[in-house]
Nanobody, 115 residues
Framework: QVQLVESGGGLVQAGGSLRLSCAAS????????MGWGRQAPGKQRELVAT???????NTADSVKGRFTISRDNGQNTVYLQMNNLKPEDTAVYYC?????????WGQGTQVTVSS
């Protein structure tokens, strides 16, 4: 099992930046895939970025070129750098881990982008 705790959300103007952090309760060396998802009001949760323990990343088309995911295995932390934020990026952002075939999600952190 793993517990995930997100931080770094907040209110930012369009065009601004935020960096989200996700602290895991255990070593993430053995967690093959970690990532970030988001859920806006009235919409389904979507994965926006993933990273493997080998460093391979994947980002959704909607955030490609603006969001960057990274992981620090020594700190058991995954980051999401979000640049050039848009109002449509407003959502609750959740950290994600795929461990031994099971998906884990954090409690989420709110990101609000004002126009």
């Amino acid at each position: 099992q793993v517990q995930l705790v997100e931080s770094g959300g907040g209110l930012v103007q369009a065009g601004g930046s935020l960096r989200l952090s996700c602290a895991a309760s255990r070593s993430i060396f053995s967690i093959n895939t970690m990532g970030w998802g988001r859920q806006a009001p009235g919409k389904q949760r979507e994965l926006v970025a993933t990273i493997t323990n080998g460093g391979t990343t994947n980002t959704a088309d909607s955030v490609k070129g603006r969001f960057t995911i990274s992981r620090d295995n020594g700190q058991n932390t995954v980051y999401l750098q979000m640049n050039n934020l848009k109002p449509e990026d407003t959502a609750v952002y959740y950290c994600y881990a795929l461990l031994q075939g099971r998906s884990y999600w954090g409690q989420g952190t709110q990101v609000t982008v004002s126009s």
